[in-house]
């Protein structure tokens, strides 16, 4: 047995509802640490290149099945830019819906939802991975997805927008506090415009998440979205690489 396995059956974590908490703590926890501190990364070993990205096309309609990967995606922007993202959590009049909600968004946004106050947030800071399976799911239309934005190019990327459960309550609420809510057809979907759009840092994290983890298979890291980044992202460990941010 090795050190890895020891660990994850002392813990308990044996079920993929545990492994996918496990990586949602580490992947935060590698928010509030240095960039490639290699010293003090956890050997995931076996655990995390246990099940692909790709494996959930058919068999899932959550993005929280690649909960563990996201979160090593927004420690990864952060590592590039420590301004990007900034971590909310439920309380204050802030609701966080499902476990499927990837609670960041820039620090400006992260205010002035606070400041409205009694929101239900279903979604918010969305990666690259979670995008790619909108899309793939959309195009098979699957979980009821009435549409879906190119990887890459999500509103939910750009770290300044956020859904909300009881978005016909909190219009008014939302605009007064710089929300803008003007996305046809996407009642739910409100856009913070004083935030920058930081759209392409998730595809580049990925990018350099990949080629930390794969140094005999490297692409390019550009922040764009292409055939050679989805070839990977479709290979990629969906509970998270072995190194992380």
Same mark, same amino acid.
């Given at each position: 047995?090795?050190?890895?396995? =020891?660990?994850?059956?002392l813990? =308990?974590?044996?079920?993929?509802?545990?492994?996918?908490?496990?990586?949602?703590?580490?992947?935060?926890?590698?928010?509030?640490?240095?960039?490639? $501190?290699?010293a003090?990364?956890?050997?995931?070993?076996?655990l995390?290149?246990?099940?692909?990205?790709?494996?959930?096309l058919?068999?899932?309609?959550?993005?929280a099945? $690649?909960?563990?990967?996201?979160?090593?995606?927004?420690?990864?922007?952060?590592?590039?830019n420590?301004?990007?993202?900034?971590?909310?959590?439920?309380?204050?009049?802030?609701?966080?819906?499902?476990?499927?909600?990837?609670?960041?968004?820039?620090?400006?946004?992260?205010?002035?939802?606070?400041? $409205?106050?009694?929101?239900?947030?279903n979604?918010?800071?969305?990666?690259?991975?979670?995008?790619?399976l909108?899309?793939?799911?959309?195009?098979?239309?699957?979980?009821?997805?009435?549409?879906?934005?190119?990887?890459g190019?999500?509103?939910?990327?750009?770290?300044?927008?956020?859904?909300?459960?009881?978005?016909s309550?909190?219009?008014?609420?939302?605009?007064?506090? =710089?929300?803008?809510?003007?996305?046809?057809?996407?009642? $739910?979907?409100?856009?913070?415009?004083?935030?920058?759009?930081?759209?392409?840092?998730?595809?580049?994290?990925?990018?350099?998440?990949?080629?930390?983890?794969?140094?005999?298979?490297?692409?390019?890291?550009?922040?764009?979205?292409?055939?050679?980044?989805?070839?990977?992202?479709?290979r990629?460990?969906?509970?998270?690489?072995?190194?992380?941010?």
């Amino acid at each position: 047995m090795t050190q890895s396995q =020891g660990f994850h059956r002392l813990f =308990g974590f044996g079920s993929t509802a545990a492994r996918l908490r496990l990586h949602t703590m580490l992947g935060a926890a590698a928010l509030l640490g240095a960039c490639g $501190v290699d010293a003090e990364e956890p050997d995931l070993g076996e655990l995390s290149s246990e099940v692909r990205v790709d494996s959930f096309l058919t068999s899932s309609c959550s993005t929280a099945v $690649v909960i563990g990967l996201s979160n090593q995606i927004a420690a990864e922007v952060s590592c590039i830019n420590p301004s990007s993202l900034t971590r909310f959590a439920a309380g204050s009049g802030i609701t966080i819906a499902s476990n499927a909600v990837l609670p960041f968004l820039s620090a400006r946004a992260k205010t002035d939802l606070q400041a $409205v106050g009694n929101v239900s947030v279903n979604s918010a800071f969305r990666t690259v991975a979670a995008q790619y399976l909108l899309v793939e799911w959309f195009n098979r239309g699957r979980c009821g997805i009435t549409a879906a934005a190119a990887p890459g190019r999500s509103n939910h990327e750009s770290g300044r927008a956020v859904d909300l459960g009881n978005f016909s309550s909190r219009i008014t609420a939302m605009a007064n506090h =710089g929300w803008s809510h003007s996305v046809p057809g996407d009642p $739910v979907h409100f856009d913070h415009l004083a935030s920058a759009d930081i759209r392409g840092r998730d595809t580049l994290a990925f990018q350099r998440l990949w080629n930390r983890n794969n140094p005999s298979d490297l692409i390019g890291a550009d922040g764009i979205y292409g055939p050679q980044t989805e070839a990977r992202l479709r290979r990629s460990p969906a509970e998270g690489f072995a190194r992380g941010a």
